[in-house]
C-alpha cells in the first residue's frame, strides 16, 4: 500500500491546484528552493537559472519566454506527454509550485489540457524536447484575479523553470483512444480489468474548453462501475481493458468514442476529446483482500 499512498498524494497534489504551498496546521510551508539551507536534489540544480540567455521571445499577450538552452528535439506537440522538470515562482520569489515537492525529478505532462495555468501551455507548445527556460506568465494567463487564497494573490505573474524532457509514448492505442500507463504496483499479478469487471477509480476529467470540470476526489469516493454499464463512455472502457489494480493513468478519448457531435450539457463541447487522469482503486473486490 506504500505504493498507492504515494501515487496519490501526487496525484492530488499535481491537480489544478499543482503542487502549490498550502500551509499546515502549524503555519508553516513546504521548503523553498531559494532557501540556501536547503539542499537542492540534481534535478533541481538542472533548472537553477543561467546567467548566460540563448535566445528570447515575447508575445502580445504579455507572455515571455527566453531560453537558456536550446534543445535539438522535436517541436512540443498537443496532446502528447512530455517528462517536465520545473518550479514556479512569484515575483516575490517565493516558489509555489515544482515536481521537487513530489519528491520527483521530472513528472508527466499532457499539453493543451490544462493541467497547469493557460499560460503554460501557451508556452509548452513554442518548445522543444531538450529546451531549457524561462517563462513569464502574466497573471491573467497564471492564476488570474482569484488567485489561490493565502498562496497566490490575485493577478500574480508566475515566473516557470522549466526544461523539457523526453516524450512518453502511448502505452497503448485503441481506436484512437491514447492510453499512458504511468505508475503500476509491479506486486500485482492478479488484479486485471477484464470486460465484465468491477472496477472504482479515482479520476478528474476534463477537455481543453473546461479542464478538469469534475473529480473523484471533492466527493472523496472512488468512482465505482461495471465494465458493462451501458452509460460507460466507450472509449473509457477501451481504455481501462487490461488495466490493474494501482495502475495510475492518462487516458485521451476521442470525441467518437466519448459524446460525439452532442457534447454532454454545459461541460462537454460538441466534438470535444476528453483527458482522464486516473488511478484504479479497486478490481473485483481484491483491494479488500490485500
Not at 469534475?214 to 466507450?234: E, H
Amino acid at each position: 500500500m506504500k505504493l498507492i499512498n504515494c501515487i496519490l498524494i501526487g496525484l492530488v497534489l499535481s491537480a489544478c491546484t499543482s503542487g502549490v504551498d498550502t500551509p499546515t496546521n502549524n503555519g508553516t510551508k513546504a521548503p523553498s528552493t531559494t532557501d540556501p539551507g536547503n539542499q537542492m536534489s540534481e534535478a533541481e540544480k538542472l533548472i537553477e537559472p543561467k546567467k548566460t540567455i540563448a535566445d528570447k521571445k515575447s508575445f502580445p499577450n504579455g507572455l515571455r519566454i527566453q531560453w537558456f538552452e536550446k534543445g535539438t528535439g522535436e517541436a512540443v506537440k498537443d496532446g502528447s506527454v512530455y517528462e517536465i522538470n520545473f518550479k514556479t515562482r512569484l515575483k516575490t520569489g517565493e516558489i509555489i509550485d515544482g515536481n521537487y515537492k513530489l519528491q520527483r525529478d521530472m513528472l508527466p505532462y499532457l499539453v493543451g489540457y490544462g493541467m497547469q495555468t493557460p499560460g503554460f501551455d501557451i508556452a509548452m507548445k513554442e518548445l522543444h524536447v531538450g529546451d531549457f527556460v524561462e517563462i513569464f506568465i502574466p497573471g491573467q494567463l497564471a492564476r488570474g484575479e482569484k488567485g489561490i487564497p493565502g498562496i497566490v494573490p490575485p493577478n500574480s505573474p508566475n515566473i516557470v523553470f522549466l526544461r523539457i524532457g523526453k516524450e512518453i509514448p502511448p502505452t497503448k492505442v485503441v481506436d484512437g483512444v491514447r492510453v499512458w500507463k504511468l505508475e503500476e504496483n509491479p506486486e500485482i499479478k492478479d488484479a486485471g480489468i477484464t470486460a465484465t469487471s468491477n472496477v472504482a477509480i479515482h479520476y478528474f476529467v476534463g477537455t481543453k474548453s473546461n479542464p478538469r470540470y469534475d473529480n473523484s476526489y471533492q466527493r472523496n469516493t472512488p468512482f465505482a462501475f461495471g465494465m458493462k454499464d451501458a452509460s460507460l463512455i466507450p472509449g473509457l472502457r477501451k481504455a481501462m481493458i487490461n488495466a490493474k489494480m494501482y495502475d495510475k493513468l492518462y487516458i485521451l478519448v476521442p470525441a467518437s468514442e466519448a459524446y460525439g457531435s452532442k457534447g454532454y450539457v454545459d461541460l462537454v463541447k460538441p466534438n470535444e476529446d476528453l483527458f482522464y487522469d486516473v488511478i484504479v482503486m479497486d478490481v473485483d473486490g481484491k483491494s479488500v483482500q490485500k
